[in-house]
Nanobody, 115 residues
């Protein structure tokens, strides 16, 4: 299994970014994909997740109403649309999937929210 994220960058507060994660090596449509983030000096936290392969989602409290997770099974891709970004959203964002009891993480993409 390989997960490759893209789409991070520097954005001003209030701006938007869309992250992408392309997955390979698994039957993508069957798996619950997630986004996590980790800021310097902080623990990794859940941002958004499909809690099943059928599209039910959940979000971390700090991003509810601002971020949206979506997926395109034909492209083996999961997205994270991030709106109304705040400086506290600054972190490395990682794609995650658990398959046959093994955790898989992408290398991460840096998101920096700063004036």
């Amino acid at each position: 299994v390989q997960l490759v994220e893209s789409g991070g960058g520097l954005v001003q507060p209030g701006g938007s970014l869309r992250l992408s994660c392309v997955a390979s090596g698994l039957n993508f449509s069957r798996y619950a994909m997630s986004w996590y983030r980790q800021a310097p000096g902080k623990e990794r936290e859940l941002v958004a997740s499909f809690i099943s392969g059928v599209g039910i989602t959940k979000y971390g409290d700090s991003v509810k109403g601002r971020f949206t997770i979506s997926r395109d099974n034909a492209k083996n891709t999961v997205y994270l649309q991030m709106n109304s970004l705040k400086p506290e959203d600054t972190a490395v964002y990682h794609c995650y999937v658990r398959r046959f009891g093994t955790d898989y993480w992408g290398q991460g993409t840096q998101v920096t929210v700063s004036p």
